[in-house]
DNA sequence: TGATAAATAGGAGTAGCTACTATATAGGTG
DNA sequence: CACCTATATAGTAGCTACTCCTATTTATCA
């Protein structure tokens, strides 16, 4: 076991949860165990979780809490800027809290997200037809097909 | 009025008909009344159309068509490449049967889907981490914002 | 240590599909 | 051209993923 790495995740994570509070206060929201906790399952999952998947995670530690306050608090994460959700259509909105830089890939079967980077995606140059008619707020490179897994039948 | 023009969209038209004719024979695909009608309204319009859209335009030729039909129908066109579902989460499904090169752009807010055409965008180059290790069926730009009209508050 | 505005739990309501089954029909066959 | 049959459709029931409502609880502040 490498115990630098463990440390470093440790305070990567102990620092992100700083930040997430921060952000809170900064914008006024009360921090709740309930959305400590939601955003914890989320910053602790790879997979892209669905309002559904985080609401199973938070129940081992919350069992009374409700999937409306999950969802709700998912939207309202995004609101701020502490997530947000994932490009794709069909089936459950998908929650990302990783806010690197970074893109998706959606296997149109088991409907898994697998995060790649590339950095030219980084910075979509759009065309002044929009950049100047519309108020872009996101832009990213929409990717979807078949994972490796479900390629082969 | 443009004669010309007027003539050469009434071809333009009539010659996509035969094109999705072929396609579904091609396909052995039976050539309905119900698809038609549905393949007909989507072509016309420019809206990228929700199955409940659809459905209400062809409801006015085939009164008893059901909203299952123009849904599974809608798929269908999708799966032999007549028309595909846009990309883009929230709310329905949306399709397009405009096959030419273009991309979208989509408003949060009154959820309008904007054409436009960006050649940089035509054929974004994957890397290979992602192009040789999954099967790639849709790639495209994903803009997403507000509209013109729905800045205004 | 209250007061209070914000947040949550629980449940009902809704949109958008999706599955099921009896009936109808497109298109090939004789 | 009438018949046959696999395919497609209509009508309906069921389901998933939210979204709204209201009484109750609680994080924060004075
Ligand atoms: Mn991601
Ligand atoms: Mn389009
Ligand atoms: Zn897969
Ligand atoms: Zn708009």
Redesign the pocket.
Known sequence: MNHKKDKNTADDFGAKIQCF?DL??DR????????LA?YKALVNSDEHP???MVYEKVRGS????????????L??FSEIGAAFVVEG??????FDAGLDNHQHFKCVKCNRIIDFHHEPFDDIELPASIDGRFTVSRKTVYVEGLCELCQSH
Chains 1, 2 share one sequence.
């Open positions: 509070v809170c206060r006024g929201l009360r921090v709740t165990p309930q959305r939601i669905s309002a559904e919350l069992p009374t809490i409700s999937l409306d306050t999950v969802n709700r608090t939207l309202t259509s069909g089936g459950a909105r998908r």
